[in-house]
């Protein structure tokens, strides 16, 4: 699961200032804005400094390991940190394919699909002129394990697939992570990470058919040993890309330069064009926006991490002369409300409780159809090889509104075939994990208020922010509130890890459900199936069969909205990672 | 030969409440080394009539008229810095209250040399401390060498008084005005500070301008006194002539006042009827009538119109009674 | 009145411990909780419970802050062997948020802070004085009614407001000024300086405001006293008397306000800093707040603590010098 950037959570200091309020009535529609002539790159000149403008007081984390953001996984990919694979530096669909970066190819998989192995090229050098060893990839990944450092920040994916035995340390693995090992220890992960030369291979203790998408993560990044700094590294990492940190100051900036021992030829991923990229920390938002729309001076070559505020949405939609400078779409997010399918075992009254719910009410609450649009998958319309829409349960309105008539039916039905979940629902009423936010104050009220009309009774249980997602895991709710995206283009990182058996983020408990087998099956078959295309189609029968479940209520596809400065070109929304190709933009004029 | 001469001096106060007409055309003469006194009660206009003389009223609206002829220039009429120049030079002026007079942030010997300083500014800094030396001891300040340094609030009343007229004195003023010198001080203090101004006096050959509501004062220093009431002078004599032979009657209630109440320190004159009026909503006619006995006695003219200050006897008086019934009060007065 | 200081400087310092064992005891007691906060979202309670344990949050407070105490002038080493990061002497504690020793973080973003209140200081010191002298002597003209106008604007403006006007007016609609991007006055003096004029420029006319109020109001008093018009019959020349008299006199209780001002300032001027980006003390302690990073926010409260007793002390013994009046002997 990619975590939201920071910047989204961060409360806005300032809401004043002058929106341009037309009103909702004539107002601008959201629509897909793919940022014209700023995406191509006409006129586009080497050299020059790319400003970032955020409100955040500094990057989630630069450690390779650590990252779990969308925007900065193809942020630090694209620019200080290789990985074995990346994804084609393209705009569009074709943008989620899986390229070699520092392989020579996407990867040899045994026959099993339990060993995958990798050859790094020839020529791949860190910033200070040395090799970029196999050894190195292997210490990087070695770096997930040591959760006292990494603290659980980054995927796990290397500790749920490398096959290391399982033991008492916090990762549950027999290994603690390089800091910590003891020779025996080291010895585990050696076993299951080799090298032999310039190829790495991986043992992995499930098969992974696509295990060549998981290694484009960071977390698969090469750290070499002798320059870490355990929790500091994400301070200063070290660079084998076209960009390498200069200074990381949280709270003011940070500046990437070029790093002048990239090697050029080893790298068919990145085609980098500015000298210098300044990310301007901790700005005020309501600043950014006026300052991206005067665009004057150093503004022209800024763009801004962290969207438009809500306010001046209409201002920026509303203006046919920023069209060559605005984007709106997905950020690959999907949000939806998990049903605790132990306690709410009865089919009938979880279509109840969809049938009623006013989804467009609670679209209103969190800013209208900017923030997104009503979701028929689980599976992010990014997705898009992976991505359909499902039909919805019958009686589900198109346009966001309750069918209170048809959730009241479907309770009348419940009533008779599980009296016992009926009158939970009807008289104790059904817990509501969500986290303390304000915004979740409003969400509450409406949920409240339309499920009662259908008679349905919620219980409100608030939980710390911070807190949240540790407090469900171990203790869940009738209902809990989420979000997830994809971790690469592939509808395995979403469905299985949503709903499947042993899934990461599956609160659902819907193993004891009848209909759990025939989906873990299913699941099973589609996550082997090498053949792309013949895989795509069981996601999708997948999803629609998840939807008809109503394990979970899809809540809404999220989108974001952004402007650049009008020299800023190449700004192409690259669809992994739901931001631009940051490395690959450049600077006309 | 007339040092000081002030004609119809008027000063009136713009308040929110209306005018208040504290001087009321003032007129009188100081020769060189007189010793003059302007007697009155609080409200009288007698301070505001000192403050005159070196243009020392202010406030947001103070309105002065008439003329302050020192040696012959009107200081009214100065530029503010040709009357900085009489300032502590020419005239000089000594305040009621020696606690609060005297400027807390600096040392005593400072104060001093800085009064000369203005004035000689080619004065070195050597000289200033000989020379505030120098006023300390004749003001007698004990220990001067080692006083000097000290900050005022290091002094009793008694002796912050001393280092104050050793600031009005630092440059032998032609003139020095001495507003209420005493009123702040204790009894046993007080004899001390006047015998000392009469002594500096005649060290420096200063004509002095007592103002005071204390008869006793005045009769134990000065020559001449003015008598002023609701901002007018009502009598003007020797001191000889006015103690034995007062003419107006509230000259002649003051003068009760002191040798029946011996309290000289009571600003309120308990043996005349009545309070001071009012400086905004003035009696008609005669200011003093409705404190006055003899106010009946003349058909109402008292109540009408106001009486000028004239020639009576060896004195002047301003009272509508005929010089024969003023002489003659003495007569009462001695008949008690 | 080395007595008198020592005296002084003595009960500081006890004030200090108090503090910092009050602001340790407050922080521990806030419901947020530092160990759920060094794990990622993947995190289950059981390693939560094994975090509180390696970092000693599960200790009883007196042994913390005893330990806390002991790193001020010890140093202290955070996290396992192997991975461990020492923060050396004088450690405030090690932020696992912004993976620094939080001296560091505060070395850094002190200067940033004291370059802000300095500069703001001086010009407010300036602006305050120099409109409320001016509206003094001019009291009830024009003058008087413009500084008293300035000075009802400027209390009731919000800072962020004001900071937004400006730049919006200077940066973004004119263009007259470059937006601020903080540099070191070491690093680039001419770029210090133009990175914290608006700053300095906003945050004193809205502190200059009360120092208006409060010099025209001394000053008119001071002007009735019995001393300035024994000055005036002196024959003192106008400016001198203002000067040597009347400012002396009305500036001795603005000092010991403007003291405790520029302290309070010194602990960072939040929200200055937010709207202009200056990454000083405010901005940190802001994030820690957001990012609920308790060893920042105990260490940026007692830097604070600091500044205001330091500053308390020092206007003591100044007000000694200033009056003689209350000089001990």
Redesign the interface.
């Given at each position: 699961m990619k975590v939201r950037s920071k910047v989204l959570a961060i409360v806005a200091l300032v809401g004043l200032v002058a929106g341009a309020c037309g009103g909702s009535g004539d107002g601008v529609q959201s629509g897909e804005e793919s940022g014209g002539l700023s995406a191509t790159l006409d006129g586009v000149k080497d050299g020059g400094t790319l400003y970032v403008l955020t409100s955040a007081e500094g990057a989630s984390t630069l450690d390779p390991q650590r990252v779990y953001t969308g925007a900065e996984l193809g942020a630090w990919g694209s620019t200080f940190a290789r990985t074995l694979t990346s994804y084609k530096p393209v705009a569009g669909k074709d943008g989620t394919s899986l390229v070699a970066d520092m392989a020579t190819d996407l990867g040899t998989a045994s026959d099993d699909l339990t060993t995958w192995s990798f050859t790094l090229r020839d020529g791949i050098t860190w910033e200070d002129g040395s090799e970029v060893t196999c050894a190195d990839v292997a210490y990087g990944v070695s770096r997930t394990f040591g959760s006292e450092v990494t603290a659980f920040d980054g995927p796990q994916y290397a500790v749920s697939y490398l096959d290391i035995p399982a033991g008492d340390y916090d990762t549950d693995s027999a290994y603690p992570g390089p800091w910590l090992a003891t020779e025996e220890e080291q010895a585990l992960f050696d076993e299951a990470v080799s090298c032999d030369g310039k190829t790495i291979t991986f043992n992995l203790k499930v098969p992974v058919a696509d295990f060549n998408f998981t290694v484009s993560l960071l977390a698969f990044a090469p750290v070499p040993e002798a320059q870490d700094t355990a929790d500091q590294y994400g301070l200063k990492p070290f660079s084998n890309g076209p960009f390498k940190v200069e200074t990381y100051e949280e709270g003011k900036e940070l500046v990437l330069v070029r790093n002048e021992n990239w090697n050029a030829e080893s790298d068919e991923v990145r085609a980098p064009k500015v000298d210098k990229i300044v990310w301007q920390f901790g700005l005020d938002e309501t600043v950014i926006d006026e300052r991206m729309l005067a665009d004057s001076g150093d503004d022209k070559n800024a763009i801004v991490y962290g969207g438009i505020l809500p306010v001046n949405l209409q201002t920026v939609f509303g203006d046919e002369s920023l069209k060559d400078r605005r984007t709106d779409g997905f950020d690959g997010f999907v949000t939806y409300t998990m049903l605790n399918i132990k306690t709410v075992s009865c089919l009938e009254v979880r279509q109840a409780i969809w049938l009623a719910l006013d989804r467009e009410a609670l679209r209103t609450a969190a800013g209208g159809p900017f923030t997104g649009e009503f979701a028929q998958s689980f599976v992010a319309p990014l997705l898009t090889t992976d991505y359909a829409p499902a039909k919805l349960l019958d009686g589900t309105k198109g346009d966001g509104t309750p069918n209170t008539k048809a959730a009241i039916a479907k309770m009348n039905e419940a009533k008779e075939k599980c009296p016992e979940v009926y009158a939970k629902a009807t008289e104790d009423g059904l817990r509501f994990d969500h986290p303390d936010t304000d915004t979740w104050k409003k969400y509450m009220a409406i949920w409240i208020d339309t499920l009662g009309a259908a008679g349905i009774k919620i219980n409100d249980n608030p939980i710390e922010q911070s807190k949240y997602y540790a407090t469900i895991n171990g203790d869940q709710g009738d209902l809990m509130s989420a979000g997830w995206a994809a971790d690469w283009a592939n509808a395995s990182t979403v469905l299985p890890e949503l709903f499947g058996k042993g899934g990461g983020f599956n609160y659902h408990n819907n193993e004891e459900d009848p209909a759990f087998a025939e989906f873990q099956t299913k699941a099973e078959e589609a996550k082997m199936e090498t053949d792309r295309a013949a895989q795509a189609k069981l996601w999708k029968e997948l999803n629609q069969y998840v939807i008809d479940q109503v394990w979970s209520i899809p809540g809404s596809a999220s989108k974001a909205q952004n402007i650049v400065g009008s020299n800023v070109r190449g700004a192409y929304q690259w669809l992994p990672f739901g931001w631009y190709n940051l490395g690959d933009l450049g600077l006309a004029g | 030969m007339t040092l000081l001469s002030v004609r119809d001096l008027r000063v009136t106060f713009g308040t929110a409440d209306g005018d208040v007409h504290a001087v009321k055309g003032v007129s009188f003469d100081v020769s060189p080394g007189e010793t003059v006194a302007i007697v009155g009660e609080s409200g009288s206009g007698k301070s505001v009539t000192a403050n005159s003389l070196l243009r020392l009223n202010f406030g947001a609206d103070v309105r002065t008229s008439g003329q302050v002829l020192l040696e012959g220039r009107d200081i009214l009429a100065m530029s503010d810095e040709e009357v900085r120049h009489v300032r502590g030079r020419e005239v000089a002026m000594i305040f009621q209250d020696p606690l609060t007079a005297l400027n807390p942030f600096y040392s005593v010997g400072r104060q001093i040399g800085e009064a000369y300083a203005v004035h000689h500014p080619e004065a070195s800094k050597k000289e200033l401390r000989e020379i505030a030396l120098d006023s300390l001891h004749k003001v007698g300040i004990p220990e001067p060498g080692k006083r000097i340094d000290q900050h005022p609030h290091e002094f009793s009343g008694g002796m912050r008084q001393r280092i104050v007229i050793a600031i009005a004195l630092v440059n032998s003023p032609k003139i020095l005005i001495a507003d209420e010198p005493t009123t702040a001080l204790d009894v046993t203090v007080q004899a001390q500070i006047l015998e000392l101004i009469a002594a500096m006096q005649a060290e420096h050959g200063s004509a002095v301008i007592l103002i005071t509501h204390d008869l006793g004062v005045v009769a134990e220093i000065t020559e001449r006194v003015m008598v002023m009431y609701a901002g007018r002078v009502v009598e003007s004599a020797a001191v000889a002539d006015a103690f034995v032979t007062p003419t107006h009657p509230y000259t002649r209630g003051l003068l009760k006042s002191v040798k029946s109440l011996d309290s000289v320190r009571h600003e309120r004159l308990e043996s005349i009827p009545g309070i001071p009026p009012s400086l905004i909503n003035l009696p008609s006619g005669c200011p003093f009538h409705p404190r006055c006995a003899h106010a009946d006695s003349l058909a109402g003219r008292c109540s009408t119109e106001v009486p000028e200050l004239r020639r009576v006897g060896p004195g002047s008086s301003a009272c509508h009674l005929p010089d024969e019934r003023l002489l003659n009060l003495l007569g009462g007065a001695h008949e008690r | 009145m080395i007595f008198f200081v020592l005296r002084r400087s003595f009960f500081a310092i006890v004030l200090l411990l108090i503090v910092s064992a009050f602001t340790f005891v407050i922080f521990s007691a806030l419901?947020?909780?530092p160990a759920?906060?060094?794990?990622?979202?993947?995190?289950?309670?059981?390693?939560?419970e094994?975090?509180r344990e390696?970092l000693g949050y599960d200790r009883p407070l007196v042994e913390q802050y005893g330990a806390y105490m002991k790193g001020i002038f010890a140093g202290r080493t955070y996290?396992?062997?192997?991975?461990?990061?020492h923060c050396s002497a004088p450690s405030l504690g090690y932020s696992?948020d912004?993976?620094?020793c939080v001296t560091t973080l505060i070395a850094?973003?002190l200067p940033v802070t004291a370059s802000i209140a300095l500069g703001a200081f001086v010009l407010w010191m300036v602006i305050g004085v120099g409109l409320g002298t001016l509206a003094a002597l001019k009291?009830?003209r024009w003058q008087d009614r413009v500084a008293t106008a300035f000075s009802v604007i400027g209390v009731s403006l919000p800072t962020?407001?004001l900071g937004?006007i400006f730049?919006?007016v200077f940066?973004?609609?004119t263009?007259l000024l470059?937006?601020p991007?903080?540099t070191g006055l070491t690093e680039n003096p001419v770029e210090w300086f133009m990175s914290l004029l608006l700053p300095w420029f906003v945050l004193a006319i809205i502190s200059a405001a009360t120092y208006v109020r409060m010099t025209r109001n001394g000053i008119l008093e001071v002007?009735n006293?019995?001393?300035v018009?024994?000055?005036?019959?002196?024959?003192?020349?106008?400016r001198r008397l203002i000067v040597?008299?009347v400012l002396?006199?009305a500036l001795v209780p603005i000092v010991t306000i403007a003291g405790l001002d520029f302290a309070f300032l010194l602990g960072g001027a939040l929200v200055t800093e937010?709207?202009f980006?200056l990454?000083g003390l405010g901005?940190?302690t802001?994030?820690a707040v957001?990012n609920?990073d308790l060893p920042i926010l105990v260490a940026t409260t007692m830097v604070s603590a600091v500044f205001i007793v330091v500053a308390n002390t020092v206007v003591d013994i100044l007000y000694g010098y200033l009056?003689?009046?209350v000089r001990v002997k």
């Amino acid at each position: 699961m990619k975590v939201r950037s920071k910047v989204l959570a961060i409360v806005a200091l300032v809401g004043l200032v002058a929106g341009a309020c037309g009103g909702s009535g004539d107002g601008v529609q959201s629509g897909e804005e793919s940022g014209g002539l700023s995406a191509t790159l006409d006129g586009v000149k080497d050299g020059g400094t790319l400003y970032v403008l955020t409100s955040a007081e500094g990057a989630s984390t630069l450690d390779p390991q650590r990252v779990y953001t969308g925007a900065e996984l193809g942020a630090w990919g694209s620019t200080f940190a290789r990985t074995l694979t990346s994804y084609k530096p393209v705009a569009g669909k074709d943008g989620t394919s899986l390229v070699a970066d520092m392989a020579t190819d996407l990867g040899t998989a045994s026959d099993d699909l339990t060993t995958w192995s990798f050859t790094l090229r020839d020529g791949i050098t860190w910033e200070d002129g040395s090799e970029v060893t196999c050894a190195d990839v292997a210490y990087g990944v070695s770096r997930t394990f040591g959760s006292e450092v990494t603290a659980f920040d980054g995927p796990q994916y290397a500790v749920s697939y490398l096959d290391i035995p399982a033991g008492d340390y916090d990762t549950d693995s027999a290994y603690p992570g390089p800091w910590l090992a003891t020779e025996e220890e080291q010895a585990l992960f050696d076993e299951a990470v080799s090298c032999d030369g310039k190829t790495i291979t991986f043992n992995l203790k499930v098969p992974v058919a696509d295990f060549n998408f998981t290694v484009s993560l960071l977390a698969f990044a090469p750290v070499p040993e002798a320059q870490d700094t355990a929790d500091q590294y994400g301070l200063k990492p070290f660079s084998n890309g076209p960009f390498k940190v200069e200074t990381y100051e949280e709270g003011k900036e940070l500046v990437l330069v070029r790093n002048e021992n990239w090697n050029a030829e080893s790298d068919e991923v990145r085609a980098p064009k500015v000298d210098k990229i300044v990310w301007q920390f901790g700005l005020d938002e309501t600043v950014i926006d006026e300052r991206m729309l005067a665009d004057s001076g150093d503004d022209k070559n800024a763009i801004v991490y962290g969207g438009i505020l809500p306010v001046n949405l209409q201002t920026v939609f509303g203006d046919e002369s920023l069209k060559d400078r605005r984007t709106d779409g997905f950020d690959g997010f999907v949000t939806y409300t998990m049903l605790n399918i132990k306690t709410v075992s009865c089919l009938e009254v979880r279509q109840a409780i969809w049938l009623a719910l006013d989804r467009e009410a609670l679209r209103t609450a969190a800013g209208g159809p900017f923030t997104g649009e009503f979701a028929q998958s689980f599976v992010a319309p990014l997705l898009t090889t992976d991505y359909a829409p499902a039909k919805l349960l019958d009686g589900t309105k198109g346009d966001g509104t309750p069918n209170t008539k048809a959730a009241i039916a479907k309770m009348n039905e419940a009533k008779e075939k599980c009296p016992e979940v009926y009158a939970k629902a009807t008289e104790d009423g059904l817990r509501f994990d969500h986290p303390d936010t304000d915004t979740w104050k409003k969400y509450m009220a409406i949920w409240i208020d339309t499920l009662g009309a259908a008679g349905i009774k919620i219980n409100d249980n608030p939980i710390e922010q911070s807190k949240y997602y540790a407090t469900i895991n171990g203790d869940q709710g009738d209902l809990m509130s989420a979000g997830w995206a994809a971790d690469w283009a592939n509808a395995s990182t979403v469905l299985p890890e949503l709903f499947g058996k042993g899934g990461g983020f599956n609160y659902h408990n819907n193993e004891e459900d009848p209909a759990f087998a025939e989906f873990q099956t299913k699941a099973e078959e589609a996550k082997m199936e090498t053949d792309r295309a013949a895989q795509a189609k069981l996601w999708k029968e997948l999803n629609q069969y998840v939807i008809d479940q109503v394990w979970s209520i899809p809540g809404s596809a999220s989108k974001a909205q952004n402007i650049v400065g009008s020299n800023v070109r190449g700004a192409y929304q690259w669809l992994p990672f739901g931001w631009y190709n940051l490395g690959d933009l450049g600077l006309a004029g | 030969m007339t040092l000081l001469s002030v004609r119809d001096l008027r000063v009136t106060f713009g308040t929110a409440d209306g005018d208040v007409h504290a001087v009321k055309g003032v007129s009188f003469d100081v020769s060189p080394g007189e010793t003059v006194a302007i007697v009155g009660e609080s409200g009288s206009g007698k301070s505001v009539t000192a403050n005159s003389l070196l243009r020392l009223n202010f406030g947001a609206d103070v309105r002065t008229s008439g003329q302050v002829l020192l040696e012959g220039r009107d200081i009214l009429a100065m530029s503010d810095e040709e009357v900085r120049h009489v300032r502590g030079r020419e005239v000089a002026m000594i305040f009621q209250d020696p606690l609060t007079a005297l400027n807390p942030f600096y040392s005593v010997g400072r104060q001093i040399g800085e009064a000369y300083a203005v004035h000689h500014p080619e004065a070195s800094k050597k000289e200033l401390r000989e020379i505030a030396l120098d006023s300390l001891h004749k003001v007698g300040i004990p220990e001067p060498g080692k006083r000097i340094d000290q900050h005022p609030h290091e002094f009793s009343g008694g002796m912050r008084q001393r280092i104050v007229i050793a600031i009005a004195l630092v440059n032998s003023p032609k003139i020095l005005i001495a507003d209420e010198p005493t009123t702040a001080l204790d009894v046993t203090v007080q004899a001390q500070i006047l015998e000392l101004i009469a002594a500096m006096q005649a060290e420096h050959g200063s004509a002095v301008i007592l103002i005071t509501h204390d008869l006793g004062v005045v009769a134990e220093i000065t020559e001449r006194v003015m008598v002023m009431y609701a901002g007018r002078v009502v009598e003007s004599a020797a001191v000889a002539d006015a103690f034995v032979t007062p003419t107006h009657p509230y000259t002649r209630g003051l003068l009760k006042s002191v040798k029946s109440l011996d309290s000289v320190r009571h600003e309120r004159l308990e043996s005349i009827p009545g309070i001071p009026p009012s400086l905004i909503n003035l009696p008609s006619g005669c200011p003093f009538h409705p404190r006055c006995a003899h106010a009946d006695s003349l058909a109402g003219r008292c109540s009408t119109e106001v009486p000028e200050l004239r020639r009576v006897g060896p004195g002047s008086s301003a009272c509508h009674l005929p010089d024969e019934r003023l002489l003659n009060l003495l007569g009462g007065a001695h008949e008690r | 009145m080395i007595f008198f200081v020592l005296r002084r400087s003595f009960f500081a310092i006890v004030l200090l411990l108090i503090v910092s064992a009050f602001t340790f005891v407050i922080f521990s007691a806030l419901p947020s909780d530092p160990a759920a906060l060094t794990c990622g979202k993947n995190c289950r309670p059981e390693v939560i419970e094994s975090n509180r344990e390696r970092l000693g949050y599960d200790r009883p407070l007196v042994e913390q802050y005893g330990a806390y105490m002991k790193g001020i002038f010890a140093g202290r080493t955070y996290g396992e062997e192997g991975s461990s990061i020492h923060c050396s002497a004088p450690s405030l504690g090690y932020s696992y948020d912004r993976h620094e020793c939080v001296t560091t973080l505060i070395a850094s973003t002190l200067p940033v802070t004291a370059s802000i209140a300095l500069g703001a200081f001086v010009l407010w010191m300036v602006i305050g004085v120099g409109l409320g002298t001016l509206a003094a002597l001019k009291r009830g003209r024009w003058q008087d009614r413009v500084a008293t106008a300035f000075s009802v604007i400027g209390v009731s403006l919000p800072t962020f407001f004001l900071g937004l006007i400006f730049i919006m007016v200077f940066v973004i609609w004119t263009g007259l000024l470059p937006f601020p991007r903080y540099t070191g006055l070491t690093e680039n003096p001419v770029e210090w300086f133009m990175s914290l004029l608006l700053p300095w420029f906003v945050l004193a006319i809205i502190s200059a405001a009360t120092y208006v109020r409060m010099t025209r109001n001394g000053i008119l008093e001071v002007m009735n006293e019995e001393f300035v018009r024994l000055g005036i019959a002196k024959g003192l020349p106008r400016r001198r008397l203002i000067v040597t008299y009347v400012l002396r006199a009305a500036l001795v209780p603005i000092v010991t306000i403007a003291g405790l001002d520029f302290a309070f300032l010194l602990g960072g001027a939040l929200v200055t800093e937010s709207i202009f980006n200056l990454p000083g003390l405010g901005k940190l302690t802001l994030a820690a707040v957001i990012n609920s990073d308790l060893p920042i926010l105990v260490a940026t409260t007692m830097v604070s603590a600091v500044f205001i007793v330091v500053a308390n002390t020092v206007v003591d013994i100044l007000y000694g010098y200033l009056d003689p009046r209350v000089r001990v002997k």
